[in-house]
């Protein structure tokens, strides 16, 4: 590892995003999940937090519901990720959109969802290709995982933190 990266994690607030939920609930929502996420990140030392969306269809959002326990007025589900602080900015939003990407898509293969397909589509930089391996092997090749010891164990505490305040 480069000892000029900054060890310190990027944070990925992702959400899995209700597609038929109104701007007013979405505003909402968002900052209800930023300000638990900026709570969670208290006093650890991070490289910066975005916010990124996953919208999926309707259809797909209420079939999570149940096995979720979802209620009924939540429009998103909102989960933190740590991204290497080096990633370059136009790839953390794929990074974020993946990474939530990868839970939907392990609930659908354990049959969660149902039954309803999902269909989501991920934001890519122009000549990428939407297999979900290549995606996957692009954002490896890019060092978006690539945390420090340091990194690792700061996100732990904000994760569990975070997962507290649910």
């Known amino acids: ?22 701007p007013a609930a979405i505003t909402r929502s968002h900052g209800d ?5 900026l709570m969670a990140s208290q006093g650890q030392d991070i490289a910066g937090l975005d916010l990124v ?9 209420k079939a999570l519901r149940q096995p979720l326990a979802v209620p009924a007025e939540e429009i998103g589900l909102y989960d933190v990720f740590p991204l290497a602080s080096h990633l370059a900015p136009e790839l953390r939003k794929v990074a974020g959109q993946f990474l939530a990407a990868e839970a939907l898509w392990t609930m659908e293969e354990q049959g969660l969802l149902g039954g309803v397909p999902v269909n989501v589509k991920l934001d890519l930089p122009t000549g990428w290709e939407r297999d979900p391996k290549e995606v996957h092997q692009r954002l490896v090749g ?15 505490a904000i994760k569990a933190a975070w997962d507290k305040t649910n």
């Open 1 to 22: 590892m480069n000892e000029e990266r900054d060890p310190r994690p990027y944070l990925v607030l992702t959400v899995l995003l209700d597609g038929s939920a109104r």
């Open 33 to 37: 999940a930023l300000e638990r996420s």
């Open 53 to 61: 969306e996953l919208p999926i269809a309707a259809p797909v959002f």
């Open 142 to 156: 890019a060092g978006a995982l690539d945390l420090t010891e340091s990194g690792i164990e700061t996100y732990k």
